[in-house]
T-cell receptor
Framework: ETGVTQTPRHLVMGMTNKKSLKCEQH?????MYWYKQSAKKPLELMFV???????ENNSVPSRFSPECPNSSHLFLHLHTLQPEDSALYLC????????????FGDGTRLSIL | SQQGEEDPQALSIQEGENATMNCSYK?????LQWYRQNSGRGLVHLIL?????REKHSGRLRVTLDTSKKSSSLLITASRAADTASYFC????????????FGSGTQLTVLP
């Protein structure tokens, strides 16, 4: 139990579907992150939220749409994805402040048909 | 460009042996972190070493940092089969206060 819960753990969707990934943290953290982990590639940061405000968007395509309604919840809305978007999507959280250790969920394994 | 790069990419040892993984980075940093990832799971933070520290211990883990060589090493002593995982170093991303840049990782296999 890491304190960061991601649902669903696995998701298979067609390119025309719309789905959402959910992340919830019970650690009292104020910063939350979405990462993409593809095979044989380094972890890629997608979005950063601090106190519910988006502070970083690393040139992520608009077919990925994040939402952070409060400091404990983070969503990633998906629509019209491409096969190359198949990957493990990891959520993380941390305390406010520079370079704090990040706590990760177990990810959602996404497969695009 | 990638900040941290681990070496080797894969390492296979016998239970009880020590495992050493290295990380090199390019720009000046104020800290470096090591994470572990078991298959099918998220990353777990292991240890953070600050730029003014040369060595840090946590249980069977020993981390060193050489800022003059821009490198760090993670040593796992008396390895166990449960240590089998991928190990990543992470460094602060240049120009960002909160971003971390992760390396590609070392896949460690500990054989029973």
């Amino acid at each position: 139990e890491t304190g960061v819960t991601q649902t669903p753990r696995h998701l298979v969707m067609g390119m025309t579907n719309k789905k959402s990934l959910k992340c919830e943290q019970h650690l009292g953290h104020n910063a939350m992150y979405w990462y993409k982990q593809s095979a044989k590639k380094p972890l890629e940061l997608m979005f950063v939220y601090n106190f519910k405000e988006q502070t970083e968007n690393n040139s992520v395509p608009s077919r990925f749409s994040p939402e952070c309604p409060n400091s404990s919840h983070l969503f990633l809305h998906l629509h019209t994805l491409q096969p190359e978007d198949s990957a493990l999507y990891l959520c993380a959280s941390s305390h406010q402040g520079n370079n704090q250790p990040q706590h990760f969920g177990d990810g959602t394994r996404l497969s695009i048909l | 460009s990638q900040q941290g790069e681990e070496d080797p990419q894969a390492l296979s040892i016998q239970e009880g042996e020590n495992a050493t993984m290295n990380c090199s980075y390019k720009t000046s940093i104020n800290n470096l972190q090591w994470y572990r990832q078991n298959s099918g799971r998220g990353l777990v933070h292991l240890i953070l070493i600050r730029s003014n520290e040369r060595e840090k211990h946590s249980g069977r883990l020993r981390v060193t940092l050489d800022t003059s060589k821009k490198s760090s090493s993670l040593l796992i002593t008396a390895s166990r089969a449960a240590d089998t995982a991928s190990y990543f170093c992470a460094t602060p991303t240049s120009g960002s206060a909160r971003q971390l840049t992760f390396g590609s990782g070392t896949q460690l296999t500990v054989l029973p």
